[in-house]
């Protein structure tokens, strides 16, 4: 039977031209990574591959599928019931145990038992859901002792939460769909990053949040530091007549259901989350995000953003959804960015570093204390997004210490300020106003930050080498406002 064949949706293109480069890779035995941006269909592409190789193993071998929680296993067995039949797709983890099923859907914390519940079974194909949490020492040494005969791997972030780090047992990556191209496809809609322009105490993080959902229009979620933190902040919202409601893993399934209801329907204006919705949620009809918890993980603080970038199959009673908001009073987006390298392989050896203002939190925990907003003027925000615009379409941008905040937000040196003043002809490349708003900020390069006049050396010098390769600013690209 050839693939696609009665699945229960159409594939995507992206998803179409992936199959046979994954299969191929699997015939290689290369442990391959599929890397596609969030909210672009991962589970389906997966669903396939199961369709794929099913039929060609022994009756006396399984299929695994690992994730890293008990609501994607969920999910995931969904999914791929609808696909291959419910009743060959079994699950394991807690008290749901089906180790003879053809198909088994495990949480990572149980894939050790899993693999002694299986017996002399073969692992004939393994799975790696979210694969930038494979690299804890028990799930590395539970993935050895499947043996399985060929694994892929899948994942928004094939990057860990510190840039030193790599994902270790993984050898290549396979097929990558990106954030450009989840645009161009319209899989995705672009966001606006929104940034604190100051006017009042930054230490009032509550309140300036408040101040920014104010202008958002739809269904939100709002992020918080702990169980506790995002009760009270729900609490303080509908008190100051911002309907809102918390949701997080101490509540009861039902309960999380029906505050996710309320917020779509328009009873609710956002709910609070802790980590529920940083990985593998899909509430497409969100129209903004709020980061008011100061995430230290950069893998974390992509998952978040594409909670908010899903689009819509049809209008919902906000009508149709052309874009995004996500509000940033951390300026979280100056520390992690939003496109990074694939990181495979061994290690690089970890350097002494100099302090920081906000240093790497371990991937999956937070803070504790709320941290005072960033203010961040309006150059500062336009450059930056300029930024984070052309390295979603794959251009090469890049800034100088991109996640040091301690030195974006000093004044810019003499030597950066001369630099602008060289590279400025590169402005000729960009659309207008901009064109125009660049050679005014390289005329007073001396009142901005260092930040500011390096994030905007690193658009001059990608628009730049992309011209000379016949590049043109696709007017899909929707260009930040600036006023100067």
């Not at 958002?216 to 009760?231: K, M, N, R």
């Not at 906000?358 to 150059?379: F, H, K, N, Y």
Request: glycine share 6%; with cysteine; proline share 6%.
């Amino acid at each position: 039977m050839q693939p696609w064949t009665d699945a229960p949706l159409p594939p995507r293109d992206w998803q179409r031209a992936a199959l046979p480069v994954v299969v191929g890779a699997m015939r290689q035995r290369e442990a391959a990574i599929v890397s596609a941006v969030t909210g672009s269909g991962k589970s389906i592409l997966i669903a396939e591959l199961v369709s794929v190789a099913i039929s060609g193993i022994r009756d006396d071998a399984r299929i695994v599928i690992t994730t890293p929680s008990q609501a994607l296993v969920q999910q995931l067995s969904a999914t791929i019931g609808a696909r291959v039949g419910a009743d060959v797709v079994g699950m394991y983890y807690g008290k749901k145990k089906q180790p003879s099923r053809k198909v088994i859907i495990t949480c990572n914390p149980s894939t050790a038992a899993l693999r002694v519940a299986l017996g002399d079974a073969r692992v004939a194909f393994l799975v790696c859901d979210e694969v930038h949490r494979t690299e804890g020492d028990s799930i590395k040494a539970a993935i050895a002792a499947l043996r399985p005969a060929c694994r892929v791997g899948f994942t928004a972030t094939p990057f860990r939460a510190d840039e030193r780090e790599t994902l270790q047992i993984w050898d290549t990556i396979a097929y990558q769909y990106t954030l450009a191209d989840a645009w161009r496809d319209r899989v995705l809609v672009p966001f606006e990053p929104l940034t604190w322009s100051g006017g009042q105490d930054a230490t009032n993080v509550d309140q300036i949040c408040l101040d920014m959902m104010r202008d958002c229009e739809g269904p939100g979620v709002v992020s918080a530091l702990t169980v506790s933190d995002a009760t009270k902040y729900a609490e303080w919202l509908t008190d100051q007549g911002f309907a809102a409601e918390a949701v997080h893993s101490r509540r009861k399934r039902a309960e999380n259901a029906e505050a996710l209801r309320l917020l779509l329907s328009g009873d609710l204006r956002c709910v609070v989350h802790v980590a529920m919705l940083s990985e593998g949620v899909d509430i497409p009809s969100l129209r903004w995000i709020c980061l008011r918890r100061p995430v230290g993980s950069r893998v974390r603080f992509v998952q978040e953003v594409g909670r908010v970038l899903r689009t819509l199959a049809t209008p919902d009673t906000w009508g149709e959804k052309t874009s995004a908001k996500v509000l940033d009073p951390h300026a979280l987006f100056e520390e992690h960015g939003i496109a990074h390298p694939a990181a495979l392989g061994e290690p690089e050896p970890k350097a002494p570093q100099e302090p920081r203002l906000s240093g790497p939190i371990p991937e999956g925990t937070g803070l504790r204390e709320m941290r005072p907003a960033v203010q961040v003027d309006t150059v500062s925000s336009w450059a930056r997004r300029m930024i984070l615009v052309l390295q979603a379409e794959g251009m090469a941008a890049q800034s100088k210490y991109p996640g040091d905040a301690a030195w974006r937000r000093k004044k810019a040196s003499e030597k950066s300020r001369k630099a602008i003043g060289r590279m400025i002809w590169a402005s000729r490349y960009l659309p207008e106003p901009h064109r125009a708003a660049c050679k005014i900020i390289a005329a007073n390069a001396d009142r901005f930050r260092a930040g500011a006049v390096s994030d905007l050396m690193g658009v001059l010098i990608a628009v730049a080498d992309a011209s000379h390769r016949g590049w043109t600013w696709p007017e899909t690209i929707e260009i930040p406002a600036l006023h100067v």
